[in-house]
T-cell receptor, first 113, second 115 residues
Framework: GENVEQHPSTLSVQEGDSAVIKCTYS??????FPWYKQELGKRPQLIID?????GEKKDQRIAVTLNKTAKHFSLHITETQPEDSAVYFC????????????FGSGTRLSIRP | GAVVSQHPSRVICKSGTSVKIECRSL??????MFWYRQFPKKSLMLMAT?????????EQGVEKDKFLINHASLTLSTLTVTSAHPEDSSFYIC???????????FGPGTRLLVL
């Protein structure tokens, strides 16, 4: 089955700087890669997703890149703000697995004022 | 759109009792719903995939007789933790596949504490 690894587990950046979170996946059949943000005690919120037919997607300060050959994908947050502090999860999914999502282990992002 | 609700948000029960958690898609029909368990400061662990009108598919290591899942309609799935024990205490979150059949929308979660 699919295995998703995520690094780093914790990340602290100065407000205004960029943050990068990296993930790898094992199943070459995976074709959908969502990223979720979870605040303490709350539900995961989808912040951006990318499908395997594109290499990059951007939405304001958030961008995601995908390298299918290397089975890598990354989340980039620019001009970080205090409200970006949360736990971020990458995930991978495929139609062949009935769309079930396998999550990475999470990255706790802290923005220093 | 794509709102998922979950009830109750918090429940405390005695060891040996059963607890039912409901997951509803409020503004869309969810052919597939998923149940996750999350321990403090850990990732979401998929427990089972629930399809309307059919038996749930459980992930390896998840006891189907312990965690009963029913998906009776396109907007409702229930998880019943039977004969709960303290080690069942956790944050249980459901999700539903939206109209795209791909993106999952999560419920707010249920925090279960078994005494």
């Amino acid at each position: 089955g699919e295995n998703v690894e995520q690094h780093p587990s914790t990340l602290s950046v100065q407000e205004g700087d960029s943050a990068v979170i990296k993930c790898t996946y094992s199943d070459s059949a995976s074709n959908y890669f969502p990223w979720y943000k979870q605040e303490l005690g709350k539900r995961p919120q989808l912040i951006i997703d990318i499908r395997s037919n594109v290499g990059e997607k951007k939405d304001q300060r958030i961008a995601v890149t995908l390298n299918k050959t290397a089975k890598h994908f990354s989340l980039h947050i620019t001009e970080t703000q205090p409200e970006d502090s949360a736990v971020y999860f990458c995930a991978a999914s495929s139609y062949s697995s009935a769309s079930k999502i396998i999550f990475g282990s999470g990255t706790r992002l802290s923005i220093r004022p | 759109g794509a709102v998922v609700s979950q009830h109750p948000s918090r429940v405390i029960c005695k060891s040996g009792t059963s607890v039912k958690i409901e997951c509803r898609s409020l503004d869309f029909q969810a052919t597939t719903m998923f149940w996750y368990r999350q321990f403090p400061k850990k990732s979401l662990m998929l427990m089972a995939t629930s399809n309307e009108g059919s038996k749930a598919t459980y992930e390896q290591g998840v006891e189907k007789d312990k965690f009963l899942i029913n998906h009776a309609s396109l907007t409702l799935s229930t998880l019943t933790v039977t004969s709960a024990h303290p080690e069942d205490s956790s944050f249980y979150i459901c999700s539903a596949t939206g109209p795209s059949g791909e993106t999952q929308y999560f419920g707010p979660g249920t925090r279960l504490l078994v005494l």
